[in-house]
């Protein structure tokens, strides 16, 4: 199978411009994470979806959104970025129904976000 | 609220050393428990995780890790350290609703030669 994949891997924007990420899940896989890699506050959980619907979310600003797609792939959108948007941002997918988890995640090899 | 502690933040082993890489972990409900590994410009790969059942879990590449609850702690080890195991690891933990992970702060790896 296919791991799962990220585009872009590297973009860089400017203050104040949104960017639109995406994220494509291993096949079979219904759930999507997303996480901030900075330097430093680490990794930090942003939210998953399953099946199109949000079902946990991290505390970071309304800046921060997500969206996911029938066919399980999924957006992140970051509107009016910051500087310290500036980031590597991971997608994890997995499998599990609605009411289980299959504790395993797989993760993408990120998108590198410069914000100038 | 959950919360991962990992001891140093830079370890230096010499090749064929034991690799030791600890981890503690602060939950107010039974944890799920996680060693990954990046690559520089890489993901982050799956080493092992502990959810509930044998409290030694053996991973990939060699490593394993001990749950010990009394300890909140979930220590990672090698026997014998490989140039190619130079990466750093992250302990992570979930509850056992949901895929949201909270990582420790990361442990770098370098093996010397």
């Known amino acids: 199978k296919a791991g799962v994949t990220q585009t872009p891997r590297y973009l860089i924007k400017t203050r104040g411009q949104q960017v639109t990420l995406s994220c494509s899940p291993i096949s079979g896989h219904r759930s999507v994470s997303w996480y901030q890699q900075t330097p430093g506050q680490g990794l930090q959980f942003l939210f998953e979806?399953?099946?199109?619907?949000?079902?946990n979310k991290g505390n970071f600003p309304g800046r921060f959104s997500g969206r996911q797609f029938s066919n399980s792939r999924s957006e992140m959108n970051v509107s009016t970025l910051e500087l310290g948007d500036s980031a590597l941002y991971l997608c994890?997918?997995?499998?599990?129904?609605?009411?289980?988890?299959?504790?395993?995640?797989?993760f993408g090899p990120g998108t590198r976000l410069t914000v100038t | 609220a959950q919360s991962v502690t990992q001891l140093g933040s830079h370890v230096s082993v010499s090749e064929g050393a034991l690799v030791l890489l600890r981890c503690n972990y602060s939950?107010?409900?039974?944890?799920?428990l996680f060693w990954y590994v990046q690559y520089p410009n890489q993901g982050l790969q799956l080493l092992l995780k502990y959810t509930s059942a044998a409290t030694l879990v053996k991973g990939i590449n060699g490593f394993e890790a001990e749950f010990k609850k009394s300890e909140t702690s979930f220590h990672l080890t090698k026997p014998s350290a490989h140039m190619s195991d130079a990466a750093e690891y992250f302990c992570a933990v979930s509850g056992p609703a949901g895929n949201k992970l909270t990582f420790g702060g990361g442990t770098r790896v370098l093996v010397k030669p």
């Open positions: 979806y399953f099946s199109e619907t949000q079902r």
């Open positions: 994890a997918s997995s499998s599990g129904t609605s009411g289980s988890y299959s504790y395993e995640q797989y």
């Open positions: 939950s107010s409900v039974p944890p799920y």
